[in-house]
C-alpha cells in the first residue's frame, strides 16, 4: 500500500536532515509517496517537490516581513492540498514558524503530525511547548537533553541523534583534504565561514576580515580558506573582500560533480567509519559533499558565525572561534518577539551548549572586535595542546551524538501514519 507523506523542509540544513529520513522511509517502505516543499537533496531520494525551499528560506523578522505574502501563499497552497488529499503522516522539518502553524492544522483535521528538529525552547522563547503540545503528535529531536525536555511536558519523544554525526568522519584525514584542495600538508590554514545569508555577511565579514588582516601581520604564510554556498553569496564576500583585502585567501565554492551528493556518502549507513566502504580520499568523495566540510577538514582552526557549522567544526574536531553580530534594529525585534534580553542559557555556540561549558571563545556583538577575534583566532591556530584536549571534548561529543537518524526517525514517522486519524 502507498505511503503519502506530506514533508516541509525550508532551508539547505533542513534538506539534507529531510533528505535522510527520506532515506529511511524509503528502505522501509519502497512504496512511500513524499511530496511537499523541500531542496535538492530531498529531490535526490525520489521527493515530489511542490514548491521549492526557497520560498521559505528567510532570515529574521524583517526577512519574514517582506516576503509575507509569498509565505502566506505557500502555506495556504500545501495546506489545502493536504486537507483535500490527506496524507498518512505529515513531517515538519525544523522552520517551526511555519511547520508548527501548518501542523496545529493538520492535526486538528486528524492527520498525525512528527516535527523533526526541536525548535530551540531551551534558550528562547520556553512557553512554545504549549504550541508544540497543541500542535505535534510526536517530536524527534537531535540532541540528547532535549528529550527530557519534552517527557517532562508529557510530549511524545524520541531521540534520533544527529545526521551530521553520522555523515562526518570520526577521525577526518586533514592530509587527504589538503592534497583535494592543493594546499600544503605544512601550512597554516585558517577556515573563514562567515555565515550562509546575506545579511551575515553584511554585519559580521567586514569585522572577520579586519581580524584576518591582523593575523596575516603575524603569519604572512597564513592560508585562508572561505568556503560559499552559491553565487549570490560569493558576490558579496568578493565586495568585502575588495575593501578588506588578505594574502593568500581562496574562496571555495561547492564542486558541481558528485550529483548524488551526501545522500551517496551516506547509503552505507556507516560514514563515521567510511574507510570500510568508501574512498575518503578519492575526488569523487570530496566533490560529493559541502565545500565548507572540505575547508574544514583542511584547516587548523575555524573562524565561524555561529550556527550549524559550528557543530559541524566540531565533529570535524577543530579548534574554533564563533561569532555573530545582529544590527540594532533585529536586535530590538528578537528582544521584543521573545520577551528576553539574552538567552537561558549562556552560550549561544552549539558545541559550548552541548559540553555545558564554554569550551570555545564565543565574541558576539559588540565584543567581536577585530582585535579580540585574531587574538582567539591565534590561539585556535597555534596552541597544540588546547587543540588536542578539544579532539578529545569533541570526540565524546560525536560519539554521543551518533545514532541510527534514518532508521530512528522512519520508524518514529511509520508507527504514527500506522495510526491512522487520530
Not at 533585529?330 to 555556540?349: F, I, N
Request: aromatic share 8%; with cysteine; proline share 7%.
Amino acid at each position: 500500500m502507498t505511503l503519502h507523506v506530506g514533508m516541509v523542509a525550508g532551508e539547505p540544513s533542513g534538506d539534507l536532515l529531510a533528505a535522510r529520513v527520506i532515506q529511511g522511509i524509503k528502505s522501509r517502505n519502497n512504496a512511500s509517496h513524499c511530496e511537499g516543499i523541500g531542496g535538492p537533496a530531498m529531490a535526490r531520494q525520489g521527493f515530489h517537490t511542490l514548491h521549492s525551499m526557497d520560498a521559505l528560506t528567510v532570515f529574521g523578522y524583517v526577512d519574514a516581513l517582506k516576503r509575507l505574502p509569498s509565505l502566506l501563499s505557500t502555506y495556504s497552497n500545501v495546506k489545502k492540498r493536504w486537507l483535500a488529499q490527506r496524507p498518512n503522516v505529515f513531517v515538519g522539518v525544523d522552520a517551526p514558524d511555519f511547520n508548527l502553524r501548518l501542523e496545529h492544522q493538520l492535526k486538528m483535521a486528524g492527520i498525525p503530525t512528527v516535527h523533526f528538529v526541536g525548535p530551540s525552547i531551551w534558550a528562547w522563547r520556553y512557553e512554545r511547548i504549549h504550541k508544540i503540545r497543541k500542535a505535534v503528535s510526536h517530536m524527534l529531536v537531535l540532541f540528547p537533553f532535549e528529550e527530557q525536555i519534552y517527557q517532562k511536558e508529557g510530549i511524545p519523544v524520541t531521540y534520533v541523534g544527529h545526521p551530521l554525526a553520522e555523515l562526518i568522519p570520526m577521525d577526518p584525514d586533514q592530509a587527504a583534504a589538503r592534497r583535494y584542495l592543493n594546499i600544503n600538508a605544512e601550512a597554516r590554514v585558517l577556515a573563514l565561514m562567515p555565515g550562509s545569508r546575506a545579511s551575515e555577511i553584511k554585519l559580521l565579514g567586514p569585522r572577520l576580515l579586519q581580524a584576518v588582516q591582523l593575523l596575516a601581520k603575524q603569519d604572512p604564510q597564513l592560508q585562508v580558506l572561505v568556503p560559499m554556498v552559491n553565487a549570490a553569496r560569493r558576490s558579496e564576500f568578493q565586495a568585502l573582500l575588495q575593501a578588506h583585502p588578505i594574502p593568500n585567501c581562496r574562496i571555495i565554492d561547492q564542486a558541481r560533480t558528485g550529483e548524488q551528493g551526501i545522500a551517496a556518502l551516506a547509503s552505507s549507513g556507516n560514514a563515521s567509519m567510511p574507510s570500510s566502504s568508501a574512498d575518503t580520499t578519492s575526488n569523487d568523495w570530496f566533490d560529493a559533499r559541502p565545500a565548507a566540510w572540505n575547508v574544514m577538514q583542511a584547516a587548523d582552526a575555524v573562524l565561524v558565525a555561529s550556527g550549524t557549522a559550528t557543530l559541524e567544526a566540531a565533529l570535524f574536531k577543530r579548534p574554533m572561534v564563533i561569532s555573530y553580530v545582529l544590527s540594532p534594529m533585529m536586535k530590538r525585534l528578537m528582544e521584543w518577539k521573545s520577551g528576553q534580553a539574552r538567552p537561558y542559557v549562556p552560550w549561544v555556540g552549539l558545541p559550548n551548549v552541548l559540553a555545558g561549558e564554554f569550551v570555545v571563545p564565543e565574541l558576539l556583538q559588540d565584543d567581536a572586535t577585530p582585535q579580540a577575534l585574531a587574538e582567539a583566532t591565534w590561539k585556535a591556530l597555534t596552541d597544540k595542546p588546547y587543540a588536542k584536549q578539544l579532539v578529545q571534548r569533541f570526540s565524546a561529543m560525536h560519539e554521543s551524538l551518533w545514532r541510527d537518524t534514518p532508521g530512528l526517525a522512519a520508524k518514529a514517522i511509520l508507527e504514527q501514519a500506522s495510526r491512522g486519524t487520530i
